[in-house]
């Protein structure tokens, strides 16, 4: 069955250093999304991409925040100065006609 | 203001017992409705979604919406210990993009 995966599944790093998190959709979905969860929090939306720009986006995806689909496989989250309080698991969607698959997530340490 | 609201729990069922988990929501208009079971540490893993009044019925789940009250409540039948995860309402509102989840309902199932 296809599935959307992530990677790294975990990533550490340095406050102010810029940080890149990879998503592949599934494949013959076309709108993708990011999320991010707070540990014991609600599970909050970013941004939504189709036909190659944003479509869609929260108050949270600010200017540090932009998104890329590089090739026909990739879509990319690049968060430019970390913050502490980026520190979350980024949950990466795919969305053909219905409802959205979600990836394993990546577990972003902000050090 | 779009707000999806959701009791956090934790709710405890013995295992066989029917859990009841439900969701209430702001602003009226064309919405999708969408449950999510997300285990600790995993990504939110998509159970059924509803549409249009009443019940939707898959295996042990029931989904039941009801626009007039602004609730979408979610049944599981013969509840197993693996049911024990938190359960994720979301609502996507025909105006956008987003899914607004609420804070999810923590259920344990009890052998």
């Known amino acids: 069955e296809p599935e959307v995966t992530q990677t790294p599944s975990h990533q550490v790093t340095q406050m102010g250093q810029e940080v890149i998190l990879r998503c592949v959709p599934i494949s013959n979905h076309l709108y993708f999304y990011w999320y991010r969860q707070i540990l014991g929090q609600k599970v909050e939306f970013l941004v939504s991409f189709y036909n190659n720009e944003i479509s869609e986006k929260s108050e949270i995806f600010d200017d540090q925040f932009s998104v890329e689909r590089p090739d026909g496989s990739n879509f990319t989250l690049k968060i430019r100065s970390t913050k502490l309080e980026d520190s979350a698991m980024y949950f990466c969607?795919?969305?053909?006609?219905?409802?959205?698959?979600f990836g394993p997530g990546t577990r972003l340490t902000v050090l | 203001q779009k707000e999806v609201e959701q009791n956090s729990g934790p709710l405890s069922v013995p295992e066989g017992a029917i859990a009841s988990l439900n969701c209430t929501y702001s602003?009226?208009?064309?919405?999708?409705f969408f449950w999510y079971r997300q285990y600790s540490g995993k990504s939110p893993e998509l159970i059924m979604s509803i549409y249009s009044n009443g019940d939707k019925e898959d295996g042990r789940f029931t989904a039941q919406l009801n626009k007039a009250s602004q609730y979408v409540s979610l049944l599981i039948r013969d509840s197993q210990p693996s049911d024990s995860a938190t359960y994720l309402c979301a609502v996507k509102w025909d105006t956008g993009n987003q899914f607004y989840f609420g804070t999810g309902t923590s259920l344990t199932v009890i052998p």
């Open positions: 602003d009226r208009g064309s919405q999708s």
């Open positions: 969607a795919s969305r053909g006609q219905g409802a959205r698959f």
